[in-house]
């Protein structure tokens, strides 16, 4: 069956930087449009990043554009998403999310399989 798994999550200072990965399993990955989302207490699942599989195009939320980097080695069916200059806004539970559609896709409902998440706390 498919299997997303997420790491790298953890506790770090304000400006400080983590590097995600997930790793998927159980799918054709490089056939996938891999997404990154996230969640804080209270409040809904917001999307993150993505990384369209045909193409290589990307997308970002506003929030993160020119902090976060999402990529992703097909060789390794891995994406990673770097965060730098972290924000106490940006704690919350990280989730890795696959879709078979095309595009930079931004919706939960688009997507197809999910992970357990991982969690970052930014502190101050």
């Known amino acids: 069956q498919v299997q997303l798994v997420e790491s790298g999550g953890g506790l770090v200072q304000v400006g400080g930087s983590l590097r995600l990965s997930c790793r998927a399993s159980?799918?054709?990955?490089?056939?996938?449009?891999m997404g990154w989302f996230r969640q804080a207490p209270g409040k809904e699942r917001e999307f993150v990043a993505v990384?369209?599989?045909?193409?290589?195009?990307?997308d970002y939320a506003d929030s993160v554009k020119g902090r976060f980097t999402i990529s992703r080695d097909n060789a390794k069916s891995t994406q990673y998403l770097q965060m730098n200059s972290l924000k106490p806004e940006d704690t919350a539970v990280y989730y890795c999310?696959?879709?078979?559609?095309?595009?930079?896709?931004?919706?939960?409902?688009?997507?197809?399989?999910w992970g357990q998440g991982t969690q970052v706390t930014v502190s101050s």
């Open positions: 159980g799918l054709t990955f490089r056939s996938y449009t």
């Open positions: 999310a696959a879709s078979r559609r095309v595009g930079v896709i931004q919706y939960v409902e688009e997507y197809d399989y």
């Open positions: 990384f369209s599989w045909i193409g290589d195009n990307t």
